[in-house]
Structures are given as C-alpha cells and as structure tokens.
C-alpha cells in the first residue's frame, strides 16, 4: 500500500495517521478550500466572527464533517484556526487529541 504516514506529537500526546494514495488528491483539496476559506476571512476582517467559548475560530472542509458523530474509522482532520494569540494550522485524529502549528499563514497550505 502506498500512501504517507503522518506522526503528531505535543506533550504528552502522540498520534499516527496512513493517508492512503488513493485519499491524498482528497486531502489536498480539502486544505485548499480551507486555506482559501481562512484567506477570504482574514481579507474581509471577519475570521473571528464565530468564536467558541475558548476564543477560537475554525475553518474547516466539509469533507471533515462527520455530521457531530465520531469517525468510524481513524482518520486526519484539518482545519485553520484564529485563537486569542495566533492562527496556524490544526490537525487531529479524533482520538481526544489535536495539534496545533501556530503562527502558520493559510496561504502556506494553498496551491494556486
């Protein structure tokens, strides 16, 4: 099987994901659509308009969304967050622990 792995570690947290070959066209487009999502807020001044209770934004892919149920399988998340004192890129596992890249530029992420 052909494909990347990706290894998350932060603390005391530690995550492992196989994107598959077949997946990786499918990753790429989600984080272009987040990237040009995150780019479009932060042009327009609105990118933390929609605040959890922690002071942080996301922008997400809807290829993401798993309809507020679990994945039933173990699969990598992406989204771009605006916090209180940074933005960057946010990657998780749905396994109870995410990952932050702060200060990250969304256009980073973009392919034009």
Do not use: C
Not at 13 to 23: A, C, I, M, R
Not at 34 to 54: F, K, S, V, Y
């Amino acid at each position: 099987m052909r494909g990347i792995q990706i290894e998350l570690t932060s603390g005391d947290s530690k995550d492992e994901v196989f994107l598959g070959e077949e997946t990786l066209r499918i990753y790429k487009d989600a984080l272009d659509q987040i990237a040009g999502e995150a780019m479009r807020q932060q042009d327009e001044g609105n990118a933390r308009d929609n605040l959890t209770p922690d002071g942080t934004s996301y922008v997400g892919a809807e290829v993401f969304w798993y309809a507020d149920k679990p994945a039933r399988v173990h699969v990598l998340n992406a989204a771009h967050y605006f916090g209180p004192d940074s933005s960057g890129l946010y990657l998780s596992a749905f396994k109870g622990a995410g990952f932050r890249f702060p200060n990250q530029e969304a256009s980073q992420l973009y392919d034009r």
